[in-house]
Structure formats: structure tokens, C-alpha cells
């Protein structure tokens, strides 16, 4: 059975960390921010983190 190809949209979004953890840059925070609230703007800085189910099932595409 030949390899799995890699998904190259997802590997541009997803990064994968040696203890298995997938984070992400959550969306909505580069330009018109004005009408959020500063704890929303400020939460968003931070990077998302995959559910371990989702990881599970994605670690294989990436």
C-alpha cells in the first residue's frame, strides 16, 4: 500500500508539536478590530488548540 500524501492546505494552517498537540491562528484578528471588545482582540492573539478527537484524526494528514 503506497504512503499517505501529505493535505497541503492543512499543513499550511495546522502546525503539529513533538508532544502531539495541533494548534492554529484563530481568524479575525488582523484588521477591523474597533468594534470588539479588547478582551476579544486580545483572546484571539492567542493560538487555538485542537480537541483530542479532531487530533487524532488529523495527525495522519499532516
Known amino acids: 500500500m503506497p504512503k499517505q500524501k ?3 492546505a492543512t499543513k499550511k494552517v495546522l502546525k503539529k508539536h513533538k508532544s502531539g498537540l495541533i494548534t ?3 481568524s479575525g484578528g488582523n484588521h477591523q478590530t474597533a468594534k470588539d471588545t479588547s478582551k476579544a482582540v486580545r483572546q484571539r492573539r492567542n493560538k487555538g ?3 483530542k478527537g479532531i487530533a487524532d484524526r488529523l495527525k495522519n494528514v499532516i
Request: glycine share 0%; aromatic share 12%.
Open 24 to 26: 492554529y491562528k484563530k
Open 6 to 8: 501529505t493535505h497541503k
Open 49 to 51: 488548540q485542537l480537541a
